[in-house]
């Protein structure tokens, strides 16, 4: 018997239905397309700054897209994109609202996690009357945002930010030196050569600002840990600290490890026994030889 014809897309003897079908194809694959570049052509057009009224342009093509039935993961871009103007403007219930819609639209899109993150975590003084701000979603957005884009340095600073929003400083500096190693050995081609050393230096600059906030914010009484983050901050090759700065912090360890050592002393009553001085000599080994001691130590 001979075989059937099954290309039957311009074959003059297609039956009326496989015709009917075939055009309902057509239709869906045009619009998705148009929609779809609709979708591309306005999110550029708002991230290159080229309107006037950029949430008026966003709100008008999604309503268009929305009437016209659209259903495209891409939309969640500018779903994300009205999220972050209506937040800057301090239109915290639209901000979320928008925000939900496209991570409804599509959950792993690294710009919609984004968006949730800002909104759930920010500390900013401007956004004091923000009623989303919930460090437990926070954390949620931010580990699921990392956990899908282990590989992109733009979404391991987002989460970098976060962390340390939310006081996480190890994870914030663990995410960053990540960035910061992945940019410099990558060929990225969505970055040109300007952007990728501009990029690097704003990791480089978070990174020590990170270190900082991280001993800024220690419990004054926890003196080991503060050595340790004083210590860390100084051997962070990239931290920019001006000889005074660094004077001032190498000092502050020295003084913090002659109170803990002038603790041991007073309460033995210079009856130190093995163990005690175990301690202190696991304290006094702590400190790399980069940073000097003075004689007394």
């Not at 309902?24 to 006037?52: F, N």
């Not at 020590?208 to 983050?229: G, V």
Request: aromatic share 12%.
């Amino acid at each position: 018997q001979k075989p059937k014809n099954f290309l039957f897309l311009h074959h003059p003897q297609t039956p009326s239905h496989h015709k009917k079908t075939i055009n309902q194809i057509i239709y869906i694959m045009t619009h998705w397309e148009r929609h779809r570049k609709l979708v591309i052509d306005t999110y550029e057009t708002v991230t290159k700054y080229r309107c006037d009224d950029p949430i008026e342009l966003l709100q008008s093509t999604l309503l268009r897209l929305n009437k016209e039935g659209a259903n495209i993961a891409e939309m969640s871009l500018l779903y994300s994109l009205e999220s972050d103007l209506l937040f800057e403007n301090g239109l915290f219930e639209q901000s979320y609202k928008y925000a939900m819609d496209g991570y409804h639209l599509d959950s792993e899109r690294k710009e919609v996690l984004q968006s949730l993150m800002t909104i759930h975590s920010s500390s900013d003084s401007n956004y004091n009357d923000n009623p989303y701000e919930d460090d437990e979603k926070a954390k949620e957005y931010c580990i699921k945002l990392e956990d899908l884009y282990p590989s992109d340095c733009n979404a391991l600073f987002s989460c970098s930010q976060c962390y340390s929003t939310l006081g996480l400083y190890d994870d914030a500096l663990r995410v960053l030196k990540q960035a910061f190693f992945k940019m410099k050995k990558s060929n990225n081609n969505n970055y040109r050569r300007e952007e990728k050393q501009e990029f690097i230096e704003e990791i480089k600059k978070s990174i020590t600002q990170t270190y900082i906030d991280r001993y800024s914010n220690c419990n004054n009484e926890a003196h080991e840990l503060i050595i340790k983050y004083l210590i860390e901050l100084i051997e962070w090759k990239h931290n920019n600290l001006n000889e005074s700065n660094l004077k001032t912090c190498i000092e502050e360890i020295w003084e913090r490890i002659e109170y803990i050592l002038g603790k041991y002393i007073d309460q033995k009553e210079n009856n130190i026994d093995d163990c005690d001085w175990n301690q202190i000599w696991k304290l006094l080994c702590f400190i790399p030889c980069s940073i000097p001691l003075p004689i007394k130590l």
